[in-house]
């Protein structure tokens, strides 16, 4: 089934141009493994940065400096990389089994509290946190809104934030806009991969005295 909410323009456009930082680019991969939409949409990104650079070298004077859209290209070679055929029973797609280093089965899952729990991710960006979150059939995540971003992509089960559904390979993207309460579905434990920039902002002053023991 095709997710029904997809990346932004501007993470897409960013992680074809190479400039998102790891964690981003994690979430933005392993939604694409999940979603042909956005492969496509990804497909359209390159093409129209590839015609724009060779506009570009057409021009010496205009010449793009190392590091820019050029310098990606070359490695990433003119045809978007292939999207490796996932095993029909696993839940975490690749590139993010990579990180885990094996599907569900295999996480030693960190306990949170009412039988939530995660699983922090490590990356080399200095920017994000990265985790996986599994929250139980029927329950919620206290009440929050944010400090920066959070992009929150259903890996197995659903999740109801209040106005909206969110089902395996959809992607949540929140801002300090947005407070919400979201609530696993009653018919299966929630598992999501989840990425901010900043700590989230709890409504009950218990979850923020433990935030710092939680890493949340």
Known sequence: MTPRHHIGDDLLLSYAAGSLSEGWSLAVATHLAMCPVCRERLALAEAAGGQLLETLEAKPESAPEPGSWAAVRSRLGDAPAPVRKQ???AILPSPLRDYVGGDVDTIKWKALGKGAAQLRIRTGDGETQVRLLKIPAGKPVPEHSHRGR???LVLCGAFD?????FARGDIEDADASVQHVPTATKDEDCICLAVTDAPLRF???IVRALQPILGI
């Open 150 to 152: 959070e992009l929150t």
């Open 87 to 89: 095993p029909q029973t």
């Open 161 to 165: 934030d209040g106005e909206e559904r």
């Open 203 to 205: 409504r009950s002053w």
